[in-house]
């Protein structure tokens, strides 16, 4: 067992990482944890964007996470914002009690 | 022989910076605009004449061609086998018309100060002025049709905003959008001819053009060659910037509301653009010989029958933009009869003399307090000494009195017309009658203006000179118009195309022009300062005509039976039956469907958050699984 | 084999041992500080066998005694797990940014060449500043899993004053790693031992003054002591997020942010006042600008590297200490403005007119 | 990365994923997150990705998940007795997390990878620079623009309560 994992491993760990985001989003009422939801998501395409940069050779993967972080980190700020006021006006950040934009 | 000069983009980017200075910042401070705006064409005129001097410097090599200096900016445009660049030529036509543009047009700014100096919209006259050079500065310089398109149709709105300027009469408003869709007319027929060029020859490159020319004579159209119907259309667009029959009705509509100033710049430059169009593609027109005898035919009668009208105008104005007309008429005749040298001297000499009579008029009316009816004015020449001095030259010049420019370019056109490459004898003869009317109708303006009675009423009106912005250009023009005839044009032309050199014109041809010239102005002396009666008898004794004559030859209601009616009509039709009926009918109908549709597929936007990426993930789940199986 | 693990095992425990007992001396030193500062005596009370050592017996061995052996205090409604893990995690975080501080030159023994750095990592700023904002974690965990609100309200103060000054923290750093042109620890020390014009030691401080105070200010408010105490001021919050800690957890907190002043300590030497670097000093002696010659032992002059850089590392405790004890506590917002709009711009400025300065040099220092 | 020590770590990692969806408390479920990008920062530097791994851990358990933290802590979220949406949705949310999480495991047994040996530096930051100051550098750019407004508007949504 001390050869190294293949790479392949490593894409199917984004790949149950990634479902598991997808059941926290679609299943969790808390926004918050709906959000973190979507966090898991984009680390797991961050592991495949490196797994492949590995077998590629390239950078390129790498900037792209880079730019994912970055991405995520703006992402977090305004998501959270619009969840504390959110909250203010509602006083839930329950997914299934906001549900104005409805016919 | 192609040398590069970095140098030519800048005689076109001064200007538009001046334009965007004062579109900008002049609205702010109107005073930079006064130093901005003709500093702007000043300094391009400067560069015009360097470039000139540097290319007059160049030898002609042998077989390389004519010296041409180039300057590519950039590439435009690039779609597959076609390209179009920003770039600029400067060959010996496009040298005349630079030194023509910026020169005059600097003039017009100089001499706008004065005319201009009260104006609430000093700074937005100047942006109009700077956009107009330079636009006709891209027109001349483009060393590609898609470019000089791009000038064409920049001058083309520039004349709109000039005619417009005072848009609150509405007259003007009315007399900018006559000239805007007259010229929309030729414009179509332009592009169409540019549409013919790039789908047989698959390029708009001047040079490349002037390479594959020959391809487009053995083509037949229907019972015409390829060349012929290009020509035709690209002549039809020259017909439409150039004020020739038939869509020549704009030019006179745009004098008579605005600035004789704006007005001038379109009499000496705008209207050029048509006739520099043709000469610069003269390699083209030269195959079709069926065009050029149009374009001669069409001159001719232009010329007749703008002179006729001249003659019964009473705005002093109208008269200058009957003569306009007519004059380019005489170019248009020039190129259709194959002297295209003559043609562009004849651009040139109208430039001065014309630049020079606008001026004057509009000193004229400066002095009268905006007073236009020549029957009011009369005795001027004691009031504005200077303006009567050069408006007498530019009469004179005009008129083809010997020895001023004005009679050596119009009789090498006219001689041209019966020695030419392409001789048209009978429209010589009309050449010679309308030199007749050209001269009667300008001393009938001259007299009417500066001698007699004082007609005006003493009360409110007190004539005055104009200030020194104004008298200076003035001046400038003046002699420019007396020597202007001294210029080798045609040479420099002619030696550029590779033409045959046109003989000299015969010397009973230069007696009869001067003798006619002198027959002209001697019967408008007569009619109008010996016997001032005679003209109100006439015009009792030949009324019909006369009528016919003072309202234009009926033009604009011939139009207007003939084609602007029947549009009305069928707009109207449109508007009561196709839209509400058919067009709504569809528009309603389909919003019906797609209401009614919605109101079932609503049920599925529950606003749940989760519902929404449910629906993402069976998306992703379907594109996943094709890739999958794939 | 075995020997190159116990090499290993030997470099973890050196520089783990050199932090606690610097802990444990500038315990000491505190308390003797604070002392003379408000004129009285300070600890001087426990003795073994008489000995009192000034007090060095109270803090090396009667106050963890003490503070081990006290009642673990268990509050009906805390998070028992998250409660015992919070110290753990900020003391821990606090202790391993010193694998990467590098205490030595190579050391040459035999024909081993042992580097003085627990882990030589090409990457030793990065890992000391993710280890460092991990340290937040500690913080806000023990202060919500205690279930009081004092203690909420203080990790919510720390978290936020953490993260700010992390910024401050890392811009600093980027000054210093673009004049080194390495994030290699080890690296800055070496590039730090150079002469400039022959007598000036080329230490950071020369290239980075205003990085130096800007890291300086910005560690000290990262162990969250006086002046930057906010998170636990005991006027405000009683004790903030570890009013609800007694015994061997509160020791713990206690510790974690005396190991980060060490930390800052340690970095300052590092990244500004050249490490273990003694000024003249090269591997066969002291060469000093004159033009003297002085010999030493190789090994001799890796030992005093060492000894150099504990020196240093005291001082700037000491000098935190001094200054914890000199300054009043600021008022929240005023910790804010000076985090966000002093510190900050100052940050970005320092990076911006050092890259100016290195492009317009034309290379690293 | 040995295979042993991956397996070890890719179970922590799910482990935590777990946590973040199962947890009842938002506190434990933040905590699970930061658990699976701390394992995951540890698979970066197993993949030669060494800047990654750091900067992962600085931005994502440094920052943002500390963001989370604030924010429950603000707003003071206590553990839900109810975690879960409705029953149909958690079912198919279930099913198409395992759908999608098999295809693309379906996916990637098919697609052969090796593991080629590195050029020196791989996964430093000097490469990882250049890459970003010259092939990315508009991208990178564009990255601070939208970072900045990215802060004036959580400012601006975050600051009072809106009209």
């Known amino acids: 067992m001390t050869a190294p994992a293949p790479l392949a491993w490593y894409l199917v760990l984004s790949a149950v990482l990634f479902g598991i985001g997808v059941v926290g989003v679609l299943a969790r009422r808390n926004l918050i944890v709906v959000f973190m939801a979507i966090e898991l998501m984009l680390n797991a395409v961050n592991l495949t964007f490196v797994t492949f940069a590995r077998a590629h050779q390239s950078m390129d993967g790498h900037v792209i996470v880079f730019f994912v972080m970055a991405v995520a980190a703006a992402e977090a700020a305004v998501g959270l914002a619009i969840i504390l006021q959110l909250f203010r006006a509602r006083a839930t950040v329950n997914a299934d009690e906001v549900t104005t934009l409805r016919w | ?630 | 084999m075995l020997a190159d693990l116990l090499i290993d095992v030997a470099r973890v425990v050196f520089i783990i041992l050199l932090a606690v007992q610097l802990v444990a001396f500038g315990g000491f030193c505190e308390r003797k500080i604070s002392a003379l500062i408000q004129d009285r005596i300070g600890a001087n009370r426990a003795s073994i066998f008489g000995f009192a050592g000034m007090g060095l017996i109270n803090t090396f061995v009667a106050d963890p005694i003490k503070w081990l052996l006290k009642e673990d205090v268990r509050i009906v409604g805390t998070d028992r797990l998250l409660h015992f893990w919070a110290p753990v995690v900020s003391l821990v975080m606090a202790l391993v940014p010193f694998a990467v501080i590098p205490f030595g030159n190579e050391l040459v023994v035999g024909d081993r060449h042992i580097n003085l750095q627990a882990a030589p990592l090409g990457v030793g700023v990065l890992y000391v500043l993710a280890m460092v904002s991990l340290g937040v974690y500690g913080v806000v965990l023990g202060g919500w899993a205690s279930n009081n609100r004092w203690a909420l309200l203080g990790s919510v103060r720390g978290s936020a004053q953490m993260i700010s000054y992390e910024i401050a923290m890392g811009l600093a750093l980027v000054g210093a790693v673009l004049v080194y042109g390495t994030l290699d620890l080890q690296e800055m020390v070496h590039a730090q031992g150079r002469l400039l014009g022959g007598w000036l030691p080329a230490w950071g401080i020369i290239y980075q003054p205003l990085g130096f105070l800007l890291f300086f200010v910005s560690g000290v408010a990262e162990s969250k002591r006086v002046p930057f105490d906010l998170p636990e001021s005991e006027s405000e919050l009683i004790a903030g997020y570890f009013t609800e800690y007694s015994g061997a957890k509160h020791f713990m907190f206690f510790m974690a942010d005396f190991v980060e002043v060490v930390l800052v300590s340690a970095l300052v030497t590092t990244l500004y006042f050249g490490g273990w670097q003694i000024p003249f000093l090269a591997p066969d002696g002291f060469h000093f600008p004159g033009g003297g010659i002085l010999p030493v032992a190789p090994l001799l002059v890796t030992l005093l590297g060492v000894v150099a850089f504990t020196v240093k590392m005291l001082f700037f405790t000491i000098l935190q200490i001094v200054l914890s004890w000199t300054l009043p506590r600021f008022r929240y917002d005023q910790l804010m403005r000076l985090g966000w709009k002093g510190l900050l711009p100052i940050g970005l400025a320092n990076v911006v007119v050092t890259a100016g300065l290195i492009l317009w040099l034309g290379g690293h220092a | 990365m040995s295979a042993a020590l991956f397996l070890v770590i890719a179970v922590l990692t799910v482990l935590g994923a777990f946590t973040v969806v199962v947890a009842r408390s938002p506190v434990y479920s933040a905590l699970g997150l930061v658990g699976t990008l701390f394992f995951i920062a540890v698979l970066f530097l197993g993949l030669d990705a060494q800047l990654l791994g750091f900067l992962q851990i600085i931005v994502y358990a440094g920052a943002i998940v500390v963001l989370f933290l604030f924010v429950i802590m603000l707003l003071n979220l206590q553990a839900e007795l109810e975690t879960l949406s409705a029953p149909a949705l958690v079912a198919a949310a279930a099913l198409g997390g395992l759908a999608l999480a098999g295809l693309v495991a379906f996916g990637v047994a098919r697609t052969p990878l090796g593991v080629p040996v590195l050029a020196e530096g791989f996964g430093n930051t000097v490469p990882v620079a250049e890459r970003l100051f010259t092939s990315y550098l508009l991208p990178f750019e564009l990255t601070s623009v939208l970072l900045l407004v990215a802060i004036i508007g959580a400012v601006v949504i975050g600051k009072k309560r809106l009209a």
């Open chain 2, 1 to 630: 022989m192609v040398t590069a000069e970095p140098l030519l983009r800048w005689i076109v980017l001064l200007p538009a910076l001046g334009f965007l200075w004062n579109a900008t910042v002049g609205q702010r401070a109107p005073r930079t605009s006064a130093v901005v705006g003709p500093g702007a064409v000043g300094a391009a005129f400067a560069i015009a004449i360097v470039t000139v001097l540097r290319l007059h410097g160049l030898e002609g090599g042998q077989g390389d061609g004519p010296p041409m200096l180039h300057d590519l900016v950039y590439r435009w445009i690039e779609v597959g086998p076609f390209h179009s660049d920003v770039a600029f030529r400067l060959d010996a036509i496009s040298a005349i018309m630079v030194l023509v543009v910026t020169g005059i047009g600097f003039l017009i700014h100089v001499y706008s100060l004065g005319y201009m100096h009260d104006d609430p919209c000093f700074a937005r006259f100047f942006t109009y002025l700077n956009l107009f050079i330079t636009a006709m500065l891209v027109l001349v310089l483009a060393d590609n049709l898609l470019l000089l398109f791009v000038g064409w149709e920049g001058v083309g709105l520039c004349s709109y905003l000039l005619i417009g300027f005072w848009y609150e009469v509405e007259a003007n408003a009315i007399a900018g959008k006559k000239a805007f869709l007259v010229n929309r007319v030729g414009d179509a027929s332009f592009v169409l001819g540019l549409f013919l060029l790039v789908q047989h020859t698959g390029t708009l490159d001047v040079a490349e053009l002037q390479a594959k020319a020959g391809t487009l004579a053995g083509t037949m159209v229907g019972p015409m060659t390829l060349a012929t119907l290009v020509c035709l259309l690209l002549f039809g667009g020259a017909t439409g910037k150039s004020a020739q029959i038939p869509l020549f009705v704009w030019l006179p509509d745009a004098m008579a509301g605005p600035t004789p100033v704006s007005a001038l710049i379109h009499a000496a430059t705008m209207v050029t653009a048509g006739a520099y169009m043709v000469t610069r593609l003269y390699f083209l027109f030269d195959l079709a010989p069926a065009a050029l005898a149009v374009i001669a035919w069409i001159g001719a009668l232009t010329a007749l029958v703008a002179a006729t009208i001249a003659i019964a105008q009473a705005d002093i104005k109208k008269v200058l933009a009957y003569s306009t007309v007519s004059q380019l008429g005489y170019m248009f005749l020039g190129l259709g009869v194959g002297v295209t040298g003559a043609a562009l001297f004849h651009v040139v000499t109208h430039a001065f003399f014309k630049g020079l009579l606008f001026l004057g008029a509009g000193s004229v009316i400066h002095g009268m307090h905006g007073e236009q009816d020549m029957q009011k004015m009369g005795g001027l020449r004691r009031h504005m000494p200077g303006t009567y001095w050069t408006m007498l030259v530019g009469t004179l010049a005009i008129s083809g009195v010997p020895f001023l420019s004005g009679f050596y370019s119009k009789d090498e056109i006219i001689a041209g017309a019966f020695l030419g490459p392409h001789p048209q004898p009978l429209l010589g003869v009309i050449g010679y009658v309308v030199a007749v009317l050209t001269a009667f109708y300008m001393g009938r303006l001259f007299f009417l203006t500066f001698f007699g009675e004082e007609r005006f009423d003493h009360h409110h009106v007190h004539p005055h000179e104009s200030p020194w912005s104004m008298l200076g250009p003035l001046v400038v023009l003046a002699v420019l118009s007396a020597v202007g005839g001294a210029l080798d044009v045609p040479g420099q032309v002619n030696h550029f195309i590779g033409a045959h050199h046109e003989e000299a014109t015969p010397f009973g041809m230069l007696v009869l022009a001067g003798a006619l010239a002198f027959l002209g102005l001697g019967a408008a002396w007569y009619a109008y300062v010996r016997e001032p009666s005679l003209p109100e008898q006439a015009a009792t004794a030949a009324g019909g005509l006369y009528r016919f004559l003072r309202d234009k030859w009926r033009v604009d209601e011939l139009y207007d039976a003939i084609v602007v009616r029947p549009l009305f009509a069928l707009a109207e039709f449109l508007a009561r039956i196709v839209d509400p009926d058919f067009v709504d009918g569809a528009v309603n109908g389909i919003a019906d469907v797609v209401a009614w549709l919605s109101s079932r597929w609503r049920r599925l936007q529950t606003g749940n958050l989760q519902h929404a990426a449910l629906s993402f993930l069976v998306g992703a789940l379907v594109l996943l699984g094709y890739f999958v199986v794939h």
